[in-house]
């Protein structure tokens, strides 16, 4: 009885092979366990003749050492091994890269132009996107009848007697929060979204983004501005860039000119970009009306000031190229992963 057991036992412990945890441990169970097989033939041996005892019991141990070793076996096999489900696994392959985004054009753009700005001793301020009439207009000397005040130009949120809001179409009413909660000197540059009524084009948006410049302090002068804008545009764009300015108007800035750069992409040489003039206009500026200053409380008889306002998108097509505005807002990867990767 016991012997048929053994050999039984024996053939089967010897063909066990496994390359899974819970299947040894079964095994164990089984064989080992303290209500296994093994445990049992030792409790058939106790009821067994002492002649049958003395023929058994060395073959009895030597079967439960079998047993043993072989459990012993499978499991330092298993030790040696990392303990996960599927022994296949290479750990020294390099893992899966992460996707990593990269930063809009735009954000790229006016971090440049902050820094190159933070560099003169600007600080950056900012202003809320909805504005009421008084910042985004009236403070800034905006005749009653000008056409930005219309609906064509402008969304309007709410209409009231003199007192709308709408969205800003423009950065310089941070000049006026800024101006009226302080005291000069103010030197800052803001960076912002604004908005206009316009139908979307390759060449026009109903948003966009502005870097509004202000400098106030005594004895300011357009010479001020020229250099501050001068040494921008050979940061911005290179050693050598030309710049002139055009006399223009603004409601807020008196006198007020437009400056343009030699066009970035021919060098001046003529092209698309530049419409075969080799210039382009990058940007609107002045010195800030005595009106305005006034209009935030500022004493414009000892205080004088400069101001400037660029589109970033403008900036951002000489830099890079592009030429149609929709590409800033349509969100497609294949646009947007052509620029700089954020480092993390
Ligand atoms: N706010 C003007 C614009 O949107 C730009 C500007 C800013 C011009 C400051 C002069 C001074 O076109």
Not at 17 to 25: C, M, N, P, V, Y
Not at 235 to 263: H, I, K, N
Request: aromatic share 12%.
């Amino acid at each position: 009885m016991i012997q048929d057991k053994i050999d039984r036992y024996t053939a089967e412990i010897k063909a066990f092979a496994t390359g899974k945890a819970d299947e040894l441990e079964a095994f164990r169970i089984k064989f080992l366990g303290t209500k296994g097989l093994i445990k049992n033939l030792f409790e058939e041996f106790k009821t067994v003749s002492p002649e049958e005892k003395r023929t058994f019991g060395k073959v009895l141990n030597e079967f439960k050492q079998f047993a043993e070793a072989k459990y012993q076996d499978l499991k330092e096999q298993f030790d040696s091994q990392p303990a996960t489900e599927s022994s296949q696994l290479d750990l020294t392959l390099p893992g899966d890269g992460m996707a990593v985004g990269s930063r809009h054009p735009l954000s790229l753009v006016r971090n440049e132009i902050v820094d190159i700005f933070k560099r003169l001793g600007f600080v950056v301020a900012e202003g809320p996107e909805i504005e009421d009439d008084w910042h985004n207009f009236s403070a800034l000397n905006f005749p009653e009848e000008h056409p930005a005040r219309d609906m064509q130009d402008t969304f309007f949120i709410k209409k009231g007697a003199g007192n709308d809001i709408a969205l800003r179409t423009h950065t310089s009413s941070v000049q006026v929060r800024m101006m009226e909660a302080g005291k000069p000197p103010f030197r800052a540059i803001m960076p912002g979204r604004v908005y206009r009524n316009e139908a979307i084009s390759a060449r026009a948006h109903c948003f966009f983004h502005q870097v509004e410049g202000l400098y106030v302090d005594e004895n300011v002068s357009f010479s001020d501005l020229k250099q501050t804008l001068y040494h921008f545009v050979q940061e911005l764009y290179g050693e050598g860039t030309q710049v002139r300015f055009r006399p223009s108007y603004f409601p807020f800035t008196e006198p007020s000119a437009e400056m343009d750069v030699s066009c970035t992409i021919c060098k001046g040489a003529g092209c698309n970009m530049c419409k075969y003039s080799g210039w382009v206009e990058i940007l609107g500026c002045g010195m800030v009306d005595p009106n305005v200053l006034e209009n935030c409380g500022i004493d414009s008889k000892k205080y004088t000031g400069f101001a400037f306002g660029m589109g970033i998108e403008r900036i951002t097509n000489l830099k890079y190229v592009i030429r149609d505005l929709r590409l800033f807002s349509e969100n497609d990867v294949r646009f947007l992963g052509q620029f700089q990767t954020e480092v993390i």
